[in-house]
């Protein structure tokens, strides 16, 4: 999702669809394994789809430290929504484009296999699935809500 400061947003007009993103300083994410600088694609619930670029202000290879930048009042990022909720929740950082999302993945558990399982793993897949379904984590993630 597209978030900045409140403080950066004051005395500018939010963007009207992902192409005035480009209008506004950039927050970008520069990948530390391929060293290119990560491109959005986002969608709306139509199935629209616009390139979300942002003006190339500043480059991080943090998420962390994406977010940090926005809040501090430096620009436009674009992260995933668990990277921004509380803030977003605590009116620290706002989403523009509320009707367009990017679609960062599944979120997935990896283990060795289901035979032999320690009781450990299970354990921890369980508390996971279980904390997921009791904070509504799932909703909550959705970028594709507005």
Same mark, same amino acid.
């Given at each position: 999702v597209a978030v900045a400061s409140p403080a950066y947003l004051a005395g500018r007009t939010p963007p009207a669809d992902p192409a005035g993103l480009a209008e506004f300083a950039g927050i970008v994410m520069r990948s530390s394994r391929t060293g290119? %600088? =990560?491109h959005?694609?986002?969608r709306d619930a139509a199935g629209a789809e616009m390139p979300g670029r942002l003006a190339e202000?500043?480059?991080l290879d943090d998420?962390?430290?994406l977010r940090e930048a926005a809040l501090l009042g430096l620009g436009?990022?674009?992260l995933a929504v668990p990277d921004v909720l509380p803030w977003l929740e605590r009116g620290e950082l %706002? =989403?523009?484009l509320p009707r367009w999302y990017a679609d960062a993945g599944a979120i997935s558990i990896?283990?060795?296999n289901r035979t032999l399982m320690?009781?450990?793993t299970r354990a921890f897949i369980d508390f996971l699935v279980e904390a997921f379904q009791r904070e509504r984590l799932d909703e909550r993630f959705a970028g594709g809500l507005g």
């Amino acid at each position: 999702v597209a978030v900045a400061s409140p403080a950066y947003l004051a005395g500018r007009t939010p963007p009207a669809d992902p192409a005035g993103l480009a209008e506004f300083a950039g927050i970008v994410m520069r990948s530390s394994r391929t060293g290119r %600088v =990560r491109h959005w694609t986002l969608r709306d619930a139509a199935g629209a789809e616009m390139p979300g670029r942002l003006a190339e202000t500043i480059t991080l290879d943090d998420p962390a430290a994406l977010r940090e930048a926005a809040l501090l009042g430096l620009g436009v990022t674009l992260l995933a929504v668990p990277d921004v909720l509380p803030w977003l929740e605590r009116g620290e950082l %706002v =989403r523009l484009l509320p009707r367009w999302y990017a679609d960062a993945g599944a979120i997935s558990i990896y283990y060795a296999n289901r035979t032999l399982m320690p009781t450990k793993t299970r354990a921890f897949i369980d508390f996971l699935v279980e904390a997921f379904q009791r904070e509504r984590l799932d909703e909550r993630f959705a970028g594709g809500l507005g």
